[in-house]
Protein backbone atom coordinates (compact mmCIF):
# COMPACT_ATOMS: atom_id res chain seq x y z
CA UNK A 1 0.00 0.00 0.00
CA UNK A 2 1.08 3.41 -0.93
CA UNK A 3 2.87 5.48 2.28
CA UNK A 4 0.73 8.05 3.99
CA UNK A 5 3.41 10.15 4.59
CA UNK A 6 4.79 10.43 0.86
CA UNK A 7 1.31 10.55 0.23
CA UNK A 8 0.63 13.93 2.74
CA UNK A 9 4.04 15.41 1.61
CA UNK A 10 2.59 15.60 -1.79
CA UNK A 11 -0.81 17.27 -0.59
CA UNK A 12 -1.64 20.46 -1.72
CA UNK A 13 -0.70 22.87 0.90
CA UNK A 14 -3.44 25.85 1.32
CA UNK A 15 -2.50 29.49 0.53
CA UNK A 16 -1.45 32.53 2.71
CA UNK A 17 -4.89 34.06 1.12
CA UNK A 18 -6.86 30.74 1.72
CA UNK A 19 -5.28 30.17 5.59
CA UNK A 20 -6.17 33.68 5.94
CA UNK A 21 -10.09 33.76 4.52
CA UNK A 22 -10.68 30.68 7.31
CA UNK A 23 -10.23 32.77 9.85
CA UNK A 24 -12.12 36.44 8.69
CA UNK A 25 -14.20 36.84 10.66
CA UNK A 26 -16.74 38.72 7.91
CA UNK A 27 -15.76 35.78 5.27
CA UNK A 28 -16.40 33.42 7.80
CA UNK A 29 -19.46 35.10 9.02
CA UNK A 30 -20.55 34.09 5.07
CA UNK A 31 -19.61 30.96 5.14
CA UNK A 32 -21.55 30.53 8.67
CA UNK A 33 -24.62 31.05 7.00
CA UNK A 34 -23.90 29.17 3.77
CA UNK A 35 -23.01 25.89 5.30
CA UNK A 36 -25.93 26.18 7.09
CA UNK A 37 -28.10 26.78 4.27
CA UNK A 38 -26.23 23.32 2.57
CA UNK A 39 -27.47 21.73 5.45
CA UNK A 40 -30.68 22.62 5.97
CA UNK A 41 -30.87 21.66 2.05
CA UNK A 42 -29.72 18.22 2.63
CA UNK A 43 -31.87 17.65 6.06
CA UNK A 44 -34.97 18.27 4.57
CA UNK A 45 -33.50 15.94 1.76
CA UNK A 46 -33.56 13.13 3.86
CA UNK A 47 -36.36 13.98 6.47
CA UNK A 48 -39.54 12.38 5.09
CA UNK A 49 -39.75 9.33 6.97
CA UNK A 50 -43.80 8.96 6.64
CA UNK A 51 -43.83 9.53 2.62
CA UNK A 52 -42.78 6.37 1.74
CA UNK A 53 -44.51 3.61 4.21
CA UNK A 54 -44.54 0.05 3.33
CA UNK A 55 -46.49 -3.08 5.23
CA UNK B 1 -53.31 1.79 25.62
CA UNK B 2 -50.19 0.27 24.49
CA UNK B 3 -47.00 0.58 26.31
CA UNK B 4 -43.47 1.38 24.59
CA UNK B 5 -40.77 0.34 26.05
CA UNK B 6 -37.30 2.09 25.05
CA UNK B 7 -34.15 0.76 25.79
CA UNK B 8 -30.97 3.16 26.03
CA UNK B 9 -31.11 6.94 26.25
CA UNK B 10 -28.80 8.20 23.69
CA UNK B 11 -29.51 10.32 20.31
CA UNK B 12 -31.53 7.20 18.80
CA UNK B 13 -33.61 6.25 22.38
CA UNK B 14 -33.95 9.96 23.56
CA UNK B 15 -35.01 11.30 20.85
CA UNK B 16 -37.50 7.98 20.30
CA UNK B 17 -38.51 8.85 24.34
CA UNK B 18 -39.42 12.87 23.87
CA UNK B 19 -40.92 12.37 20.19
CA UNK B 20 -43.15 9.32 21.82
CA UNK B 21 -44.54 11.33 24.51
CA UNK B 22 -45.48 14.22 22.18
CA UNK B 23 -46.70 11.69 19.38
CA UNK B 24 -47.99 9.36 20.99
CA UNK B 25 -50.19 11.24 23.42
CA UNK B 26 -51.44 10.60 27.15
CA UNK B 27 -53.26 7.80 26.66
CA UNK B 28 -50.13 5.55 25.68
CA UNK B 29 -47.34 4.72 28.36
CA UNK B 30 -43.45 5.22 27.93
CA UNK B 31 -40.96 3.74 29.70
CA UNK B 32 -37.23 4.27 29.10
CA UNK B 33 -34.72 1.87 30.69
CA UNK B 34 -31.17 3.09 30.87
CA UNK B 35 -28.19 2.23 32.93
CA UNK B 36 -26.80 5.71 32.81
CA UNK B 37 -28.53 8.62 35.05
CA UNK B 38 -27.38 11.56 32.80
CA UNK B 39 -27.58 11.87 28.86
CA UNK B 40 -24.48 12.92 27.36
CA UNK B 41 -24.01 15.04 23.62
CA UNK B 42 -21.29 12.97 22.60
CA UNK B 43 -20.05 14.72 20.17
CA UNK B 44 -19.20 17.65 22.45
CA UNK B 45 -17.05 14.78 24.76
CA UNK B 46 -14.11 15.77 22.47
CA UNK B 47 -13.93 19.00 23.84
CA UNK B 48 -13.94 17.54 27.38
CA UNK B 49 -11.28 15.34 26.06
CA UNK B 50 -8.78 18.75 25.88
CA UNK B 51 -9.89 20.15 28.64
CA UNK B 52 -12.35 22.99 27.27
CA UNK B 53 -15.41 21.73 28.54
CA UNK B 54 -16.52 19.93 31.72
CA UNK B 55 -18.27 16.97 31.62
CA UNK B 56 -21.39 19.03 33.21
CA UNK B 57 -21.62 21.07 30.31
CA UNK B 58 -21.99 17.85 27.91
CA UNK B 59 -24.39 15.99 30.19
CA UNK B 60 -27.70 16.91 32.11
CA UNK B 61 -29.36 14.21 34.06
CA UNK B 62 -32.20 12.38 33.04
CA UNK B 63 -34.89 11.95 35.38
CA UNK B 64 -36.08 15.36 35.45
CA UNK B 65 -36.72 15.60 32.15
CA UNK B 66 -38.66 12.26 31.96
CA UNK B 67 -40.68 13.47 34.94
CA UNK B 68 -41.59 16.59 33.35
CA UNK B 69 -42.64 14.95 30.39
CA UNK B 70 -44.13 11.78 32.21
CA UNK B 71 -42.21 9.34 30.68
CA UNK B 72 -41.43 6.31 33.57
CA UNK B 73 -37.52 6.68 33.89
CA UNK B 74 -35.87 2.97 34.90
CA UNK B 75 -31.99 3.57 35.44
CA UNK B 76 -31.25 0.05 34.78
CA UNK B 77 -29.22 -2.50 32.82
CA UNK B 78 -31.52 -4.41 30.25
CA UNK B 79 -30.62 -8.13 30.49
CA UNK B 80 -32.75 -10.33 28.80
CA UNK B 81 -35.49 -9.75 26.01
CA UNK B 82 -38.60 -12.31 26.77
CA UNK B 83 -40.54 -11.11 22.90
CA UNK B 84 -43.04 -14.32 23.32
CA UNK B 85 -43.63 -13.89 27.46
CA UNK B 86 -43.34 -16.76 29.18
CA UNK B 87 -45.60 -19.47 31.12
CA UNK B 88 -46.98 -16.73 33.02
CA UNK B 89 -47.60 -14.31 30.73
CA UNK B 90 -48.29 -13.74 26.61
CA UNK B 91 -46.74 -9.95 26.57
CA UNK B 92 -43.25 -9.95 25.94
CA UNK B 93 -41.18 -8.38 28.39
CA UNK B 94 -37.43 -7.01 29.03
CA UNK B 95 -35.89 -7.95 32.18
CA UNK B 96 -33.61 -5.39 33.56
CA UNK B 97 -30.82 -5.09 36.05
CA UNK B 98 -31.12 -1.74 38.58
CA UNK B 99 -28.02 0.20 38.12
CA UNK B 100 -29.62 3.25 40.32
CA UNK B 101 -27.91 3.48 43.73
CA UNK B 102 -31.63 3.18 45.50
CA UNK B 103 -32.23 0.14 44.08
CA UNK B 104 -28.88 -1.13 43.02
CA UNK B 105 -28.81 -5.36 42.12
CA UNK B 106 -32.57 -5.38 42.36
CA UNK B 107 -33.84 -7.68 39.10
CA UNK B 108 -36.93 -6.32 37.20
CA UNK B 109 -39.65 -7.55 34.24
CA UNK B 110 -41.41 -5.11 32.28
CA UNK B 111 -43.90 -5.77 29.71
CA UNK B 112 -44.23 -4.04 26.29
CA UNK B 113 -46.40 -3.59 23.49
CA UNK B 114 -43.35 -2.15 21.37
CA UNK B 115 -39.62 -2.04 21.89
CA UNK B 116 -37.69 -0.17 21.11
CA UNK B 117 -33.87 -0.65 20.87
CA UNK B 118 -31.64 1.97 21.20
CA UNK B 119 -28.57 0.53 23.32
CA UNK B 120 -25.86 1.95 21.87
CA UNK B 121 -22.51 -0.40 21.62
CA UNK B 122 -20.76 -1.85 24.15
CA UNK B 123 -17.11 -0.51 24.05
CA UNK B 124 -15.66 -3.58 23.41
CA UNK B 125 -11.59 -2.71 24.84
CA UNK B 126 -11.18 -6.03 25.38
CA UNK B 127 -10.65 -6.84 21.71
CA UNK B 128 -7.15 -5.49 21.84
CA UNK B 129 -4.95 -6.70 25.09
CA UNK B 130 -3.52 -3.32 27.09
CA UNK B 131 -6.48 -1.01 25.30
CA UNK B 132 -8.27 1.35 27.04
CA UNK B 133 -8.57 3.06 30.46
CA UNK B 134 -7.93 -0.17 32.26
CA UNK B 135 -4.91 -0.81 29.70
CA UNK B 136 -2.28 1.49 28.93
CA UNK B 137 -4.47 3.81 26.64
CA UNK B 138 -7.15 6.60 26.74
CA UNK B 139 -10.51 7.28 25.64
CA UNK B 140 -13.09 9.87 24.82
CA UNK B 141 -15.85 7.52 24.51
CA UNK B 142 -17.55 8.53 28.24
CA UNK B 143 -17.47 11.91 30.18
CA UNK B 144 -15.37 10.12 32.76
CA UNK B 145 -12.87 8.77 29.90
CA UNK B 146 -12.47 12.13 28.06
CA UNK B 147 -12.23 13.87 31.69
CA UNK B 148 -9.59 11.28 32.28
CA UNK B 149 -7.59 11.86 28.75
CA UNK B 150 -7.74 15.74 29.47
CA UNK B 151 -5.72 15.16 32.57
CA UNK B 152 -3.65 12.56 30.78
CA UNK B 153 -3.05 15.49 27.96
CA UNK B 154 -1.80 17.89 30.71
CA UNK B 155 1.09 15.94 31.99
CA UNK B 156 1.88 15.46 28.88
CA UNK B 157 2.05 18.97 28.03
CA UNK B 158 3.73 19.51 31.28
CA UNK B 159 6.42 17.01 30.41
CA UNK B 160 7.09 19.30 26.97
CA UNK B 161 7.17 22.53 28.51
CA UNK B 162 10.05 20.79 30.63
CA UNK B 163 11.87 20.39 27.43
CA UNK B 164 11.50 17.29 26.66
CA UNK B 165 10.02 15.64 23.69
CA UNK B 166 6.68 13.50 23.24
CA UNK B 167 5.15 11.13 21.28
CA UNK B 168 1.66 11.69 20.64
CA UNK B 169 -0.42 8.68 18.92
CA UNK B 170 -4.55 9.00 18.28
CA UNK B 171 -6.44 6.92 16.65
CA UNK B 172 -8.65 3.26 16.70
CA UNK B 173 -7.97 0.15 18.83
CA UNK B 174 -8.63 -1.93 16.41
CA UNK B 175 -9.22 -3.13 12.75
CA UNK B 176 -12.92 -3.40 12.80
CA UNK B 177 -13.81 0.31 14.50
CA UNK B 178 -15.63 2.82 13.64
CA UNK B 179 -15.91 6.77 14.49
CA UNK B 180 -13.00 7.50 12.72
CA UNK B 181 -14.11 11.28 12.74
CA UNK B 182 -14.01 11.32 16.15
CA UNK B 183 -10.24 10.30 16.24
CA UNK B 184 -9.52 12.41 13.08
CA UNK B 185 -11.36 15.20 15.38
CA UNK B 186 -9.45 14.40 18.64
CA UNK B 187 -6.11 14.55 17.12
CA UNK B 188 -6.60 18.05 15.82
CA UNK B 189 -7.86 19.54 18.63
CA UNK B 190 -4.82 17.90 20.61
CA UNK B 191 -2.65 19.69 18.17
CA UNK B 192 -4.18 23.10 18.25
CA UNK B 193 -4.26 22.50 22.12
CA UNK B 194 -0.48 21.72 21.81
CA UNK B 195 0.46 24.96 19.98
CA UNK B 196 -2.34 26.93 22.13
CA UNK B 197 0.57 25.84 25.31
CA UNK B 198 3.58 27.02 22.69
CA UNK B 199 4.94 22.87 22.71
CA UNK B 200 3.82 21.91 19.11
CA UNK B 201 7.81 21.47 18.09
CA UNK B 202 8.16 19.07 20.99
CA UNK B 203 5.14 16.93 19.98
CA UNK B 204 5.16 14.20 17.28
CA UNK B 205 1.93 13.24 16.79
CA UNK B 206 0.59 10.61 14.46
CA UNK B 207 -2.97 9.16 13.66
CA UNK B 208 -3.12 5.90 13.29
CA UNK B 209 -6.24 4.06 11.71
CA UNK B 210 -8.05 1.16 10.08
CA UNK B 211 -8.77 3.36 6.82
CA UNK B 212 -7.03 2.56 3.58
CA UNK B 213 -6.47 6.25 2.94
CA UNK B 214 -7.54 9.19 4.71
CA UNK B 215 -10.38 11.00 4.58
CA UNK B 216 -12.63 7.33 4.66
CA UNK B 217 -14.17 8.14 7.75
CA UNK B 218 -15.46 4.44 7.41
CA UNK B 219 -17.45 6.00 4.72
CA UNK B 220 -15.87 4.90 1.68
CA UNK B 221 -14.84 8.98 1.78
CA UNK B 222 -16.23 11.67 -0.22
CA UNK B 223 -16.22 13.25 -3.44
CA UNK B 224 -17.69 16.68 -3.87
CA UNK B 225 -16.80 20.02 -6.26
CA UNK B 226 -14.92 23.08 -4.86
CA UNK B 227 -13.42 25.31 -7.37
CA UNK B 228 -15.39 24.25 -10.48
CA UNK B 229 -13.51 20.69 -9.47
CA UNK B 230 -14.36 17.63 -8.25
CA UNK B 231 -12.13 16.50 -5.60
CA UNK B 232 -11.74 13.90 -3.13
CA UNK B 233 -11.79 13.86 0.91
CA UNK B 234 -8.19 12.20 0.76
CA UNK B 235 -6.87 14.73 -0.66
CA UNK B 236 -8.68 17.63 1.45
CA UNK B 237 -7.60 15.70 4.61
CA UNK B 238 -4.09 14.70 3.57
CA UNK B 239 -3.77 18.95 2.48
CA UNK B 240 -5.34 19.38 6.74
CA UNK B 241 -2.42 16.87 7.76
CA UNK B 242 0.40 18.18 5.83
CA UNK B 243 -0.94 21.53 7.11
CA UNK B 244 -0.59 20.74 10.56
CA UNK B 245 2.64 18.63 10.47
CA UNK B 246 0.74 15.28 11.47
CA UNK B 247 1.98 12.18 10.85
CA UNK B 248 -0.49 8.80 9.55
CA UNK B 249 -0.16 5.06 9.60
CA UNK B 250 -3.32 3.20 7.79
CA UNK B 251 -5.02 0.13 7.21
CA UNK B 252 -3.53 -0.34 10.39
CA UNK B 253 -5.37 -3.11 12.67
CA UNK B 254 -3.45 -2.70 16.51
CA UNK B 255 -3.19 -6.01 17.59
CA UNK B 256 -1.88 -4.92 21.47
CA UNK B 257 -0.69 -2.33 23.53
CA UNK B 258 2.24 -2.64 25.63
CA UNK B 259 3.32 0.56 27.90
CA UNK B 260 4.21 3.43 25.74
CA UNK B 261 3.77 0.93 22.69
CA UNK B 262 1.51 0.56 19.79
CA UNK B 263 1.82 -3.27 18.24
CA UNK B 264 0.16 -2.81 14.99
CA UNK B 265 0.37 -4.48 11.46
CA UNK B 266 -0.84 -3.64 8.14
CA UNK B 267 -3.05 -4.52 5.35
CA UNK B 268 0.33 -5.28 3.34
CA UNK B 269 1.17 -7.04 6.28
CA UNK B 270 3.51 -5.15 7.94
CA UNK B 271 3.83 -5.30 11.42
CA UNK B 272 5.38 -1.76 13.08
CA UNK B 273 5.49 -0.50 16.88
CA UNK B 274 4.24 2.93 17.10
CA UNK B 275 6.01 4.32 20.60
CA UNK B 276 4.26 7.01 22.92
CA UNK B 277 3.43 9.03 25.98
CA UNK B 278 0.46 10.23 25.26
CA UNK B 279 -2.25 7.87 22.94
CA UNK B 280 -5.84 8.11 22.61
CA UNK B 281 -7.41 4.88 21.18
CA UNK B 282 -11.31 4.75 20.64
CA UNK B 283 -12.43 0.79 20.67
CA UNK B 284 -14.50 -1.40 18.41
CA UNK B 285 -17.76 -1.60 19.35
CA UNK B 286 -19.77 -4.56 19.69
CA UNK B 287 -23.75 -4.87 21.18
CA UNK B 288 -24.59 -4.81 24.24
CA UNK B 289 -24.79 -8.15 26.48
CA UNK B 290 -28.57 -8.66 25.97
CA UNK B 291 -29.91 -12.23 25.53
CA UNK B 292 -33.28 -13.38 24.21
CA UNK B 293 -35.12 -16.27 24.90
CA UNK B 294 -38.81 -17.53 23.76
CA UNK B 295 -41.73 -18.95 25.08
CA UNK B 296 -40.29 -21.82 26.56
CA UNK B 297 -37.51 -20.31 28.10
CA UNK B 298 -35.33 -21.31 25.04
CA UNK B 299 -32.35 -18.81 24.51
CA UNK B 300 -32.85 -17.24 20.80
CA UNK B 301 -30.32 -14.64 20.37
CA UNK B 302 -28.61 -15.83 17.67
CA UNK B 303 -32.16 -15.21 15.87
CA UNK B 304 -32.61 -11.84 17.38
CA UNK B 305 -29.12 -10.81 16.84
CA UNK B 306 -25.83 -11.03 14.02
CA UNK B 307 -22.99 -12.09 15.70
CA UNK B 308 -21.72 -8.93 16.55
CA UNK B 309 -24.19 -8.70 18.92
CA UNK B 310 -26.43 -6.38 16.71
CA UNK B 311 -30.08 -6.67 16.62
CA UNK B 312 -31.43 -7.91 13.21
CA UNK B 313 -33.86 -5.73 11.16
CA UNK B 314 -35.01 -5.49 8.13
CA UNK B 315 -32.21 -5.49 5.99
CA UNK B 316 -30.42 -8.11 3.81
CA UNK B 317 -28.20 -10.34 5.96
CA UNK B 318 -26.74 -12.68 3.16
CA UNK B 319 -23.48 -12.25 3.51
CA UNK B 320 -23.39 -11.23 -0.16
CA UNK B 321 -19.77 -10.12 -1.46
CA UNK B 322 -18.68 -6.17 -0.97
CA UNK B 323 -18.85 -5.64 -4.66
CA UNK B 324 -21.78 -7.07 -4.94
CA UNK B 325 -23.99 -5.21 -2.40
CA UNK B 326 -26.50 -3.10 -2.85
CA UNK B 327 -27.95 0.26 -1.11
CA UNK B 328 -31.63 -1.39 -1.40
CA UNK B 329 -29.77 -4.25 1.37
CA UNK B 330 -29.70 -1.40 3.73
CA UNK B 331 -32.69 -1.18 6.15
CA UNK B 332 -35.86 1.01 6.06
CA UNK B 333 -38.23 0.52 8.71
CA UNK B 334 -35.67 -1.02 11.67
CA UNK B 335 -38.29 -3.66 12.77
CA UNK B 336 -37.10 -6.98 13.92
CA UNK B 337 -38.59 -9.49 11.08
CA UNK B 338 -39.16 -12.34 13.45
CA UNK B 339 -40.52 -10.17 15.96
CA UNK B 340 -41.94 -6.79 14.72
CA UNK B 341 -43.24 -4.55 17.20
CA UNK B 342 -39.34 -4.80 18.08
CA UNK B 343 -37.80 -2.08 16.47
CA UNK B 344 -33.73 -0.99 16.14
CA UNK B 345 -32.41 1.90 15.58
CA UNK B 346 -28.79 3.95 15.94
CA UNK B 347 -25.68 1.92 16.35
CA UNK B 348 -28.38 -1.11 18.14
CA UNK B 349 -29.43 -2.34 14.31
CA UNK B 350 -26.73 -4.52 12.65
CA UNK B 351 -25.11 -3.09 9.40
CA UNK B 352 -25.49 -5.32 6.61
CA UNK B 353 -22.04 -4.85 5.65
CA UNK B 354 -19.39 -2.30 5.66
CA UNK B 355 -19.76 1.07 3.30
CA UNK B 356 -15.76 0.89 3.45
CA UNK B 357 -14.23 -1.63 1.15
CA UNK B 358 -13.08 -4.40 3.98
CA UNK B 359 -9.30 -6.17 3.54
CA UNK B 360 -8.08 -8.66 4.99
CA UNK B 361 -3.55 -8.78 5.20
CA UNK B 362 -1.77 -11.27 4.12
CA UNK B 363 -1.80 -12.78 7.77
CA UNK B 364 -5.69 -12.85 7.41
CA UNK B 365 -6.23 -9.83 9.72
CA UNK B 366 -9.28 -8.34 8.97
CA UNK B 367 -8.73 -4.58 8.09
CA UNK B 368 -12.69 -3.25 8.26
CA UNK B 369 -13.69 -0.17 9.20
CA UNK B 370 -17.12 -0.20 10.61
CA UNK B 371 -20.42 2.13 9.56
CA UNK B 372 -21.18 4.83 11.57
CA UNK B 373 -24.96 5.55 12.46
CA UNK B 374 -24.59 7.81 15.04
CA UNK B 375 -25.85 11.45 15.37
CA UNK B 376 -28.58 12.59 12.66
CA UNK B 377 -29.32 9.03 11.22
CA UNK B 378 -29.42 7.93 15.08
CA UNK B 379 -32.07 10.42 15.78
CA UNK B 380 -34.36 10.18 12.95
CA UNK B 381 -34.44 6.14 13.30
CA UNK B 382 -35.65 6.88 16.59
CA UNK B 383 -38.04 9.27 15.59
CA UNK B 384 -39.30 7.03 12.75
CA UNK B 385 -39.47 4.02 15.06
CA UNK B 386 -42.16 6.37 17.06
CA UNK B 387 -43.97 7.27 13.51
CA UNK B 388 -44.36 3.65 12.71
CA UNK B 389 -45.40 2.64 16.28
CA UNK B 390 -48.19 5.51 16.06
CA UNK B 391 -49.30 4.02 12.83
CA UNK B 392 -49.35 0.45 14.25
CA UNK B 393 -51.35 1.78 17.46
CA UNK B 394 -54.24 3.39 15.36
CA UNK B 395 -54.23 1.15 12.76
CA UNK B 396 -52.99 -2.21 13.90
CA UNK B 397 -50.23 -4.79 13.18
CA UNK B 398 -51.22 -4.68 9.26
CA UNK B 399 -50.55 -0.80 9.16
CA UNK B 400 -47.86 0.37 7.03
CA UNK B 401 -44.91 2.31 8.68
CA UNK B 402 -42.58 4.85 7.45
CA UNK B 403 -38.92 3.98 5.96
CA UNK B 404 -35.96 5.90 6.36
CA UNK B 405 -32.84 3.84 4.74
CA UNK B 406 -29.68 5.17 5.39
CA UNK B 407 -28.97 4.72 1.55
CA UNK B 408 -31.87 7.65 1.20
CA UNK B 409 -30.78 9.77 4.67
CA UNK B 410 -27.82 12.61 4.49
CA UNK B 411 -25.50 13.30 7.24
CA UNK B 412 -23.58 15.97 8.07
CA UNK B 413 -20.44 15.64 9.97
CA UNK B 414 -18.80 18.97 12.08
CA UNK B 415 -15.18 17.82 12.89
CA UNK B 416 -13.52 20.18 15.88
CA UNK B 417 -10.19 21.02 14.33
CA UNK B 418 -9.39 23.51 17.60
CA UNK B 419 -11.79 25.32 19.39
CA UNK B 420 -11.99 29.00 20.30
CA UNK B 421 -14.10 31.70 18.84
CA UNK B 422 -11.75 33.48 16.87
CA UNK B 423 -9.39 30.98 16.36
CA UNK B 424 -11.05 27.78 16.46
CA UNK B 425 -11.54 25.72 13.13
CA UNK B 426 -13.27 22.23 11.82
CA UNK B 427 -14.29 21.07 8.94
CA UNK B 428 -17.84 20.78 7.89
CA UNK B 429 -18.85 17.87 5.76
CA UNK B 430 -22.70 16.82 4.99
CA UNK B 431 -22.80 13.55 2.65
CA UNK B 432 -26.09 12.57 0.78
CA UNK B 433 -26.98 9.69 1.49
CA UNK B 434 -25.04 8.47 3.97
CA UNK B 435 -24.75 5.05 2.25
CA UNK B 436 -23.48 5.52 -1.24
CA UNK B 437 -26.03 4.54 -3.68
CA UNK B 438 -25.01 3.68 -7.16
CA UNK B 439 -27.88 2.95 -8.93
CA UNK B 440 -29.08 6.53 -8.11
CA UNK B 441 -25.61 8.35 -8.57
CA UNK B 442 -23.52 5.78 -10.69
CA UNK B 443 -20.01 7.83 -10.52
CA UNK B 444 -19.68 8.36 -7.06
CA UNK B 445 -22.36 6.83 -5.38
CA UNK B 446 -23.79 10.14 -4.11
CA UNK B 447 -25.09 13.10 -4.87
CA UNK B 448 -22.08 15.67 -5.87
CA UNK B 449 -24.80 19.12 -4.87
CA UNK B 450 -25.22 17.80 -1.30
CA UNK B 451 -21.82 16.39 -0.60
CA UNK B 452 -19.47 18.98 0.32
CA UNK B 453 -16.54 20.11 2.77
CA UNK B 454 -14.96 23.09 3.56
CA UNK B 455 -12.51 24.30 6.52
CA UNK B 456 -12.56 27.39 8.49
CA UNK B 457 -13.75 29.25 11.82
CA UNK B 458 -17.08 28.58 10.48
CA UNK B 459 -16.98 25.26 11.43
CA UNK B 460 -15.84 25.69 14.47
CA UNK B 461 -19.16 28.53 14.64
CA UNK B 462 -21.33 25.74 13.69
CA UNK B 463 -20.13 22.50 16.04
CA UNK B 464 -21.11 25.34 19.02
CA UNK B 465 -24.14 26.17 17.73
CA UNK B 466 -25.20 22.72 17.35
CA UNK B 467 -24.27 22.04 20.97
CA UNK B 468 -26.43 24.56 22.64
CA UNK B 469 -28.96 23.72 20.58
CA UNK B 470 -28.87 19.70 20.41
CA UNK B 471 -28.93 20.33 24.24
CA UNK B 472 -31.65 22.73 24.51
CA UNK B 473 -33.20 19.93 22.13
CA UNK B 474 -32.84 16.53 24.56
CA UNK B 475 -33.71 18.75 27.69
CA UNK B 476 -36.82 19.10 25.71
CA UNK B 477 -37.60 22.78 26.37
CA UNK B 478 -39.56 25.38 24.47
CA UNK B 479 -40.11 24.39 20.39
CA UNK B 480 -37.72 21.56 20.86
CA UNK B 481 -39.37 19.50 18.34
CA UNK B 482 -38.98 22.12 15.59
CA UNK B 483 -35.61 21.46 15.49
CA UNK B 484 -34.63 18.56 13.20
CA UNK B 485 -32.49 15.47 14.07
Given at each position: MEDANESIARAPLPTEKTLRQRKNLLTQAMRFAAINLKMIKMIRKGH????RKVK | MARVVILGAGVAGHTAALHARRILGKSNEIIVISPNSRYIWIPSNIWVGVGKMSAEQVTFPLAPVYKKQGIAFHQALAKE?????DSTTSSGYVTVAYTSPDRSGEIGQIEYDFLINATGPKLNFAATPGLGPDGHTVSVCTSGHAIEAAKALQEVIAVMKGGKRQAIAIGVGHGTCTCEGAAFEYTFNVEHELRSAGVRELAEITYITN?????????GGLVFSQSGFQTTSKLWTESLFRERGIKAIL?????KIEPGQVHYEQVDGTKGVLRFDFAMLLPPFKGVDLKAFDKEGNEISEKLFAPSGFMKVDADYSGKGYEEW???????????????NIFAVGIAFAPPHQISKPRKSPNGTLIAPSPPRTGMPSGIMGKLAVLSINELIKGGPSAQVGTASMADMGAACVASAGSGLRVGSAASMTMYPVVPDFVAYPNTGRSIDDTFGEIGLAGHWIKLALHYMFIYKAKARFGWFLIPE
Open positions: HPME | IHPEGEYELGDFGVGAHVELAADWPKTYRNPLYP
